[in-house]
């Protein structure tokens, strides 16, 4: 059995349901697809991110167990997230689900220069592109509150794999406003 972290978001109803109630059908969702959810984070409002695209966001993070590999649990998330309505149509956009593997035990995917080379890319790159491919851990995980504060509810002590920082570590760097402006849901 692995090990991983899923973070949960959503900004926009679903069926006329808020996003918190989205996010728990997420969670009953996920686990009956044989993934053991170990612990959830307390739900969150986050500002939308990049600032102004939208309403603000729900977020939160599961710890889970499975046997299933990281690849065939993105699948999972990603047939999850059309179920849930959600439409690729923009990067970064507004969404009624999103669910991102954050990580997977210690994995390191495709390989460490491929990681390195999305983990260094400017903030512009970021905004144009999308990895045709699993990049694991989540190369953008160390630089967001929304993501670190639910998930240091779960998994405060998994140490990152190429930076070498636990999550309460990556999380005391961040800038005190952007923690400050992830408040409990």
């Not at 966001?57 to 167990?65: D, R």
């Not at 499975?66 to 309505?85: M, N, P, R, Y």
Request: hydrophobic share 45%; with cysteine; proline share 7%.
């Amino acid at each position: 059995m692995s090990n991983a972290v899923i973070a949960l978001g959503a900004n926009l109803k679903l069926r006329g349901n808020e996003p918190k109630v989205t996010l728990r059908d997420a969670l009953d969702a996920i686990s009956r697809h044989g993934v053991v959810i170990r612990a959830v984070s307390r739900f969150y409002e986050t500002p939308c991110f990049p600032a102004g695209a939208g309403p603000d966001y729900v977020n939160a993070a599961a710890l889970i167990e499975t046997e299933k590999s990281s690849a065939d649990l993105l699948a999972v998330l990603h047939q999850i997230e059309h179920e849930f309505g959600r439409e690729r149509v923009q990067r970064w956009g507004m969404r009624t689900l999103d669910l991102d593997l954050v990580c997977y035990d210690d994995q390191i995917l495709p390989d460490n220069a491929e990681f390195d080379r999305w983990l260094t890319l400017s903030p512009e790159e970021q905004r144009q592109s999308a990895p045709e491919q699993l990049i694991l851990p989540h190369p953008r995980l160390q630089d967001r509150a929304f993501v670190l504060v639910p998930m240091a509810d779960v998994a405060p002590d998994w140490r990152h794999p190429v930076l070498g920082r636990t999550v309460r570590e990556m999380l005391a760097d961040l800038p005190v406003e952007d923690i400050a402006a992830v408040t409990a849901a």
